[in-house]
């Protein structure tokens, strides 16, 4: 009786665990294939105006680029007005969209350029499953992680602190760690000039900084991030505190860090992961950790730079010749 | 007009908010006039004339202090003759032929005031360059000797409101011109094209060409099939845990190389900087669930430097079983021990009380 009963219950579970074994298999591959992602979508209408001072002494005739956001996947912005009217609209070699306007201003004399333009951002969050992050294809790294004049891959020191801090079989934990030490050894200081991240590196006591405001942040990681074959490169636009809110720029002003309180230009970073694609990474919106994926919708990105030598030029939004920009504000509001 | 760069005395730039500020102080502006003369050999001359000049549209050619800094500068003038023909400017081999020189007898157009008129500006800086086509990247070949140059406006590249007032192409007598081309296809056409010239003259970034295209058979072009110098092997190469260990030996000159997996919708690629005589072992995850092979290959650049194709059914037995896998199998035997563990003392015990009863009623028997 005992051994038959015994008998029954070895081949029930001979045959019962495979299947439960299959089904925890099918079970876990479902798991892996759906990362969950949570969107945030938020609309803005932007009133745009920038001030051009004719202070040459003759009639200036010449061409502006207002640097326009680009759409993408999670952004998109519908143009209502551009006063005055432009020629039309362009990309430049990163593929990031301006407006090319023609005027005409005598000396001494003003000009207005005012731009409205809705923007939806999706803000989001990645609930990552770690180990399904890839390396990229070798076209993807081949452009994206080559070097140019403010990412310099042959510096030795940005090499090697790279690899010790950051080395890592996963490209998701590659991301965090660069992340996780250019926030851990920030010496924030808002910067003239575009430094490069040979420049932006620094010593300090035993090891190193990086030194500098967010250009800096981000020209440093994405050196580091291209350094270990991860694909990276920068976005620039505006991080806001709040969905409404003006932001301005006397340019005759030498504010230091008073310019914060009214201005939000910003640059950040997005890596490549398959099977994601790009990830924004922000290091300076928390600074009690880098956020990965982690993207709210204050961010209102602009453009990218990653495919060109000298980057892009329309960093600056809106960009004259011969007059001079005296003041520029964003008044970001709530849009339908 | 102008522009072309801006450099200058005193312009600065504030980054943390990103945009550019200028501080009272003169700008300058420098009129651009470039040759580029392609030889036979598969070299380019590229000569840059330089004037530099105010918003007024007053020369400064001469003063010391600006023939000081574009001297300082050549390195700046260099790279932006190179970035001409790659995106890459390291890669690229070139010699400066002749460093900043000041030829007061040259001339260089611009129009200045932006009325579609050129000001002829007396006098220029020069600086010339030659770069060896084959080691550049907007270089294709078309066919046997002839090749598509592509030749990028590397002012407005970098700043879009600058470009090539004047741009002259002279050819060898042996290089032959069998097509020419720009984008965009909104700026305007050159002003003369013959068999060995073509100029042409701009009188503003928007009627610039970004690119202009030329199609020319130059006799003595060969580009490269092979990279020199750089030589990495593939030593070994094994499956482990979802993905591929791929250890590598440097055998030339240090650098970044890429170690790349294919297959079957798998292209999976890591970079890896190799010093001089290094072995690296890298691991590469890699979904190799379906494939039946995938091969193995290393790239320095646009070159492949070794490959090895990996045959995953042959080599499925010799793979560590995973986690994944292994573990039901674990569980499986676990559970089965613990059933049969507690099913014995169970049947012992009832053997033993079948014992007992037997005797029991053998004496009741008796």
Redesign the interface.
Known sequence: MGKRYLIIAVLVLAFVLPFNTIEWKSGRAEVLAETRIEFYNYTYIVHERALLVNKVGRVVREYVYVSIPRNTSRVYCRVLKVEPEPLRFETDEEGNVFALIFVEVKPEEELWINLTYTIRVSGYKVYFEKDRALWPPLEIARIYTDDSIYWNIDNETLRNLAYKVAYSDNPLETAEKIAKWVQDNLMYEITRGRKGSDHAIVKRGLGLAVRGDCVEVADTYVTMARVLGLPARTVFGFLLTTHEEKHWLNTSLQEGMNLLTHWGGHMWVQVYVPPWGWIDVEMLEDLSRPKIGDFTNLHVPFGVEGKTFYGSGLLEFIIPSYLELEYIEFDFKRGE | ???KI?LTLVL???????????VKGQEL?YALNFELHFNADGTVIVRQKLHPFT???ESWFGKPEIEEDIKAEEDIHVMFAL?LFT????RVKYEVISHVYRDDEEYVLCDV???REMVQFKGAYIIEVLIYLNTTDFVERLEDNTFRVRIRDSFT?????SWIDVIEIKLDPQVKLMAYSWE?K?AKKPSEVSETRILWVNY???EAP?VYILDLYIPGLKLPERVVGYRVEIVDVKIRY??VAVTVKQLGKPG?F?V?LVGEKL???????LEENEQKTV?????LEGQEEVKVEV?Y??YLLDLETLDLVEKDSETTPSP?ASK??V??SI??VV??LS??P??GI??MREKTSAVRSESRVK
């Not at chain 2, 600065?12 to 200028?22: D, N, T």
């Not at chain 2, 995106?87 to 390291?90: C, F, I, M």
């Not at chain 2, 590249?157 to 409101?161: A, K």
């Open positions: 007009m102008e522009k801006f600065l730039l504030l980054c943390i908010p990103i945009f550019s500020i200028k502006w918003a007024e549209g970035l995106s890459d400017p390291k005031y932006g009325v590249s970098s700043d879009p409101r965009p909104t503003n970034e928007p970004n979802r993905g970044y890429f790349r292209d999976i690629t890591r970079k890896i900087y691991y590469i995850p890699a979904p790239w650049e646009d994944i039901p199998f569980v499986t559970l089965v059933i049969v099913v014995i169970v049947y009832k053997r």
